[in-house]
């Protein structure tokens, strides 16, 4: 599909459709629980609860990173002679946001903030030959004296940064303000009151302050990284925190879209397993004691050498680099759906077979409700608090599960930007003198905050949704 | 009890040989063997000799399941599934495709990966449980609350770092213990030490909050209550009353793993340059060794149904209330 005002031609990859059908059903949901009061009572409880908040507006960073990087196309490159010709390779909206630190390709490494190179060169001057660490063609190129200028010149730029993104809070806040003073019909003023005293019922002001921190932050990064690699190079040059940021989207689709495939199976099997009981019980069970009994790393490392040997084998299907990692990336979440749906199908069976006994099912049994509206009406949305539950704790396993994937290469493909690789690739750089350690921190600090924030996140959906926790709270 | 005992083991041989089954469609139907000689040799243009040379070094050029060349049950018999697969049950996993005995090396790695796997379990279910008893003791008070953001921040941190932070600071920093490597008999203690703390710290987070988690339901119990009633103080009621019943679902929990402990950590081993299974099975992986792949499949599915089987049997003895049938 061709956008004609922008010159770009749009392109869809697998894993791209796939995200924004989970969107759509996400919206869709949101939409859904809004209109059902007792959800919309359980979803405030996990808008109430601080931490839910604060892990709310921190993830949605995360969220917007990983959107923004699914919106693929071709580029126009030249068009001579009246012909428009678009680029082979595929680039996302945030590679086109992040333009300018990706193409502040050094030579080497470089550590956070350096002006040169982390490796000595042989260079000539005046017929000499003399062996320095060289400037960086991009990094810092703007100073004339680094060693003097150079932390009175981070220094302001970092508050240049700051003051952007507290320009950025402050508008945000005010929208927040006007948005909230509308819908519950008070003045301006009692609203910003209520707010900076903290009396609200929902933690605005711990969401206000998680937001000015985490714009405050992107503020100073953004201006900063563009006369600076903030996280330094590696080893071919690339900028460290446009790796990371490309990292996003790899470790979004692996939480995400493995919970998605898996989902139908778990659902249909544990409920049927539950309802029906009796030989269908008795396969089920047998059907995912079989699965969890084969330990999953090995269970991955066979379907991902398997898929190796197909790819080798019908390399003509697979011209294109960026398909065949996407491919590869989709694959990968099929396998670790595969082995991670059976927890799930079995608290649903135990579930469906309590309620199962439950009076309000005998009496829609005894009315002549059938069998497949029975499941549909009475018996799905009283297990969806589990599902619920299990998709949101799974997501921080499996975005840590990606990383050391990689490292025994049965991961994602070499090629896709993923913490895993960057781990992979840096940690061999850890005997060098002086150490390489920016793309190690770099990574474990993205993935951390990603996976501190989902658990928290996935403890307050816990604390809203489950039942049993319920009577102590 | 013996009649249970032999039911449970007689219901895990459906699944075993489930296990066979798929990884038996995984490596031999899903990709023929002429696909997998083709990558091992590696060139696009390996002749169909070689290929066939290599087949019939490994056995790969049977029939997959019927051979109608040959008489009698040999029909059977002699097939890829029969002489790959039906072996396994019987633990002859036959040689690696690089020539070396399975069973001999699974025999001669087991122990370096209990060497680690085993003080891990113990050193780390003493400091889970003691953390969390004493995180049980201070509930509801900052102490609480902190300890348990604590162990939400543990859990968020790959484990990866533990090991790469472990090397850099223990081995590279400070040079206490060499970084990797193995050696046999008591010398080993020193290569083994990082790994272990390693281990430990890696699993605090999630087994500490699991724990208390475990402590404070018993302790929301009626029985706790009239014991307080009672006027017994808080240190026996945490020490006599509820940690011993909280234990019953930590050590069943415990039990589970047991026997997959034989099969070692792949990642810590690998790191640490340990020579267990966990290695031998990253190695199998790095050279595309089918076979060693296919053994460990089939291994690791056997131990998890025995810790089933070992599950369901110490549940009843630990927990009168449970009866078999």
Known sequence: ?473 | MIAYIIRRVLYAIPILVGVNVITFILFFVVNSPDDMARLYLGDKRVSQEQVDSWKSERGYDKPLLYNETAKGLDRFTDTIFFTKSVGLFVFNFGPSDYGRDIGYEIQQRMWPSLAIAVPVLILGLMINITFALTIAFFRGTYLDFWAVVLCVALMSISSLFFIIGGQYLVGKLLHLVPISGYYYGFEAAKFLILPVIVGVIGGIGSGTRWYRTLFLEEIGKDYVRTARAKGLSETTLLFRHVLQNALIPILTGVVVVLPLLFLGSLITESFFGIPGLGSYTIEAIGNQDFAVVRAMVFLGAFLYVIGLILTDISYTIVDPRVRLN
């Open chain 1, 1 to 473: 599909m061709i956008v004609p005002l922008l010159d770009i031609k749009l392109g869809l990859l697998l894993t791209d459709a796939l995200i924004f059908l989970l969107l759509i059903f996400t919206v869709a949901f949101a939409i859904y629980v809004s209109r059902t009061p007792h959800l919309r009572s359980q979803w405030a409880h996990v808008l109430h609860n601080r931490a839910g908040m604060i892990s709310m507006v921190v993830l949605s960073f995360y969220l917007v990173m990983g959107l923004l990087d699914s919106i693929h196309f071709y580029p126009k490159v030249e068009s001579g002679e009246g012909k428009v010709v678009y680029s082979v390779q595929l680039d996302s909206v945030l590679d086109k946001i992040l333009a300018p630190i990706r193409i502040a390709v050094e030579k080497t490494y470089s550590a956070p903030f350096a002006t040169n190179l982390y490796a000595k060169e042989t260079v000539t001057v005046d017929g000499v030959e003399t062996r320095i660490y060289p400037r960086l063609k991009h990094g810092g190129s703007h100073l004339d004296d680094p060693e003097n200028e150079k932390s009175a010149d981070i220094l302001s730029h970092t508050l240049q940064g700051a003051f952007k993104g507290t320009l950025v809070w402050l508008l945000l806040a005010v929208l927040l303000v006007i948005i909230l003073a509308y819908r519950n019909k008070v003045s301006l003023s009692q609203i910003i009151s209520s707010l900076m005293r903290g009396k609200s019922v929902t933690p605005w002001r711990s969401a206000l302050f998680t937001l000015a921190l985490v714009v405050l932050l992107i503020g100073v990064c953004a201006e900063l990284s563009v006369y600076y690699h903030v996280f330094g190079t590696d080893k071919v040059g690339e900028d460290v925190l446009y790796q990371s940021l490309k990292s996003i989207r790899t470790g979004l689709v692996i939480g995400t879209l493995t919970t998605l495939v898996m989902l139908p199976f778990a659902i249909l099997l544990g409920i049927m397993a539950g309802y029906f009981r009796g030989w269908i019980d008795d396969l089920i069970q047998y059907l995912y004691t079989t699965l969890n009994s084969i330990p999953s790393v090995l269970l991955i490392a066979a379907s991902i050498l398997m898929l190796q040997v197909y790819m080798t084998n019908n390399a003509d299907q697979f011209n294109n680099l960026t398909q065949r990692a996407d491919l590869r990336l989709l694959f990968l979440c099929l396998i670790l759906g595969v082995t991670s749906w059976t927890g799930l199908c079995r608290l649903l069976r135990g579930e469906t077979f309590k309620l199962r006994e439950a009076d309000y099912i005998q009496a829609a049994t005894a009315f002549g409700v059938g069998h497949f509206t029975i499941i549909l009406r009475h018996i799905l949305p009283n297990v969806m608090h589990i599902v619920l539950i299990t998709v949101v704790l799974d997501f921080s396993g499996l975005v840590l599960a990606e990383a050391v994937l990689s490292y025994i290469e049965i991961g994602v493909d070499p090629t896709t930007n993923s913490w895993g690789n960057m781990i992979n690739s840096a940690r061999l750089e850890m005997a060098r003198e002086p150490i390489v350690w920016w793309s190690l921190a770099a990574a474990f600090l993205f993935m951390f905050v990603l996976v501190l924030f989902a658990n928290l996140f996935s403890d307050a959906v816990r604390d809203a949704f489950d039942p049993r926790l319920q009577g102590s709270q």
